[in-house]
């Protein structure tokens, strides 16, 4: 159970920084790149 949770906690920090990373103008340039 606890290794569960652990491992929510790591892809809700990894999703967040994901969100913000691609919020920044790199980011924006590397989705219409795609």
């Given at each position: 159970?606890?290794?569960?949770?652990?491992?929510?906690?790591?892809?809700?920090?990894?999703?967040s920084?994901?969100?913000?990373?691609?919020?920044?103008?790199?980011?924006?340039?590397?989705?219409?790149?795609?």
């Amino acid at each position: 159970m606890g290794a569960l949770i652990g491992l929510f906690c790591i892809m809700a920090v990894v999703g967040s920084a994901i969100a913000i990373w691609l919020n920044t103008k790199f980011g924006k340039k590397w989705l219409e790149s795609l």
